[in-house]
């Protein structure tokens, strides 16, 4: 069974520095996905970033960008420049290919604060 | 234009009561989903639906039952509602054939008094 870990359940940063949040997950698969969601306080699940586990190359959207560690099992989110809108819960999550679906499981979230 | 749509927003409702909650998606995937995140943010699968045929049933009590009259829906009716079934419920959907992102709809949050 998959399991994802995110140990921080809570994180601070000053507007405009940079944060990194922790999620470590465990699998047997050779072939997954990791992704980052965010969820403000609307609630809405809004995809950050996305890795697929075949890829050494760590990925990267605007100001956010991840340290994907495969041998570690490790998947980091840095957010660069934080900005009052990157306030939100954070999910960290993993995926595995099944035929006709796929079973996404969550972290238990990062509350991220972010200090004017 | 909103890819995952799910009505009602907001649900409260009182125990006993049978409620059903709609979801479609414009996105033409083939596979949809209902997610439930409980008082402590936590998101567990409930169900998953590829093309109409039923992929995930997780366990979840059999008052759940979800139905896909085609792939671009899939609603979740709730018999019976209890106290333990106030959470937030999102549906969602994804295309095998691409990629396994999973594009989730904005959430149902039930109230059960």
């Known amino acids: 069974a998959q399991t994802v870990t995110q140990s921080q359940p809570e994180m601070s940063v000053q507007e405009a520095e940079t944060v990194t949040l922790s999620c470590t997950y465990d699998t047997s698969e050779s072939d997954y996905y990791l992704f980052w969601y965010k969820q403000p306080p609307s609630r809405q699940m809004i995809l950050v970033i996305r890795q697929e586990a075949y890829k050494q190359q760590n990925a990267t959207e605007n100001r956010f960008s991840v340290n994907f560690q495969k041998a570690a099992k490790s998947f980091s989110l840095k957010i660069s420049d934080s900005q009052l809108g990157d306030a939100a819960m954070y999910f960290c999550?993993?995926?595995?290919?099944?035929?006709?679906?796929?079973?996404?499981?969550f972290g238990t979230g990062t509350r991220l604060t972010v200090i004017p | 234009d909103t890819a995952v749509s799910q009505t009602p927003k907001y649900l409260v409702t009182q125990m006993g009561n049978d409620k059903s909650i709609k979801c479609e998606q414009n996105l033409g995937h083939d596979t949809m989903y209902w997610y439930k995140q409980d008082s402590k943010k936590f998101l567990k699968i409930m169900f998953s639906?590829?093309?109409?045929?039923?992929?995930i049933n997780e366990t979840v009590p059999n008052r759940f039952s979800p139905k896909s009259p085609d792939k671009a829906h899939l609603n979740l009716h709730i018999n019976s509602l209890e106290l333990g079934d106030s959470a937030v419920y999102f549906c969602a959907s994804s295309d095998e054939t691409w990629d396994l992102t999973i594009y989730f709809g904005e959430g149902s949050w039930l109230t059960v008094v």
């Open positions: 999550a993993q995926a595995c290919p099944q035929t006709g679906a796929n079973n996404l499981f």
């Open positions: 639906y590829n093309n109409k045929e039923l992929i």
